[in-house]
């Protein structure tokens, strides 16, 4: 079974600072999709980022960066230079393409605010 | 563009009410799925509709009903609610299925029962 665990429910932090949010992740496929989610207030969820099994090479996408370590089953993000706009509930998810099964297993959030 | 439309955006509805959320998707997408989302919670999968086939989480119950008039619109049909169905609804939309393509999210409705 698939399981995602982000250890940390809820971290502040003063604007400018770096603020990185854990994920941990557990399956027994060799094949699957990582995601990153982020819902402002507002209640949507935006995607931020999706990461096949085989491509363990680190993204950079402006002020957002993703860590993603095979060997520790994590995949781990980074907002360098926080803004308040960077306030929200942010989820990482899991989903393996087998047929028939195909949903996405997300963990339970971390909600993040930034201090002015 | 990844635009999942929902109407309405906030409901407020008795027991007794008869009601349809709507989600429409403009992106020719062929999966389209209806998730519930309590407060400071993950949402939770509810349905999947695909290749005009749908598929239930099992743990939903019967006053819940979805309905796919056309590959672009995804309604889900409410009929004596209970108050612990209050929560954010939300409606996703995704190229295909097989777990690999990125699903995208609409705004959300959110119902109160009262």
């Known amino acids: 079974a698939q399981k995602v665990t982000q250890a940390q429910t809820e971290i502040s932090v003063v604007e400018k600072e770096d603020v990185t949010l854990d994920c941990v992740y557990e399956?027994?496929?060799?094949?699957?999709?990582l995601f990153w989610y982020k819902q402002p207030p507002s209640g949507e969820l935006v995607f931020l980022i999706r990461r096949n099994s085989f491509d363990e090479q680190n993204e950079i996408s402006g002020r957002y960066s993703w860590n993603f370590q095979k060997s520790t089953s994590s995949f781990n993000f980074t907002i360098t230079a926080s803004q308040v706009v960077d306030s929200a509930v942010y989820f990482c998810?899991?989903?393996?393409?087998?047929?028939?099964?195909?949903?996405?297993?997300f963990g339970t959030g971390t909600r993040l605010t930034i201090i002015p | 563009d990844t635009e999942v439309t929902q109407t309405p955006k906030h409901l407020v509805m008795g027991m007794t009410n008869k009601k349809s959320l709507k989600c429409e998707q403009h992106m020719g997408h062929r999966a389209m799925y209806w998730y519930k989302q309590k407060a400071k919670k993950p949402p939770e999968l509810m349905f999947v509709y695909s290749y005009e086939k749908l598929s239930i989480n099992e743990s939903v119950p019967s006053r819940f009903s979805p309905e796919c008039p056309n590959s672009s619109l995804l309604n889900l049909h409410l009929h004596a609610l209970q108050p612990e169905d209050s929560a954010l609804y939300l409606c996703?939309?995704?190229?295909?299925?097989?777990?690999?393509?990125?699903?995208?999210f609409g705004p959300g409705t959110r119902l109160l029962v009262l």
């Open positions: 996703a939309s995704s190229q295909g299925l097989a777990g690999k393509e990125t699903q995208y």
């Open positions: 998810a899991l989903s393996e393409p087998n047929f028939g099964n195909e949903k996405l297993t």
């Open positions: 399956t027994r496929d060799t094949t699957y999709y």
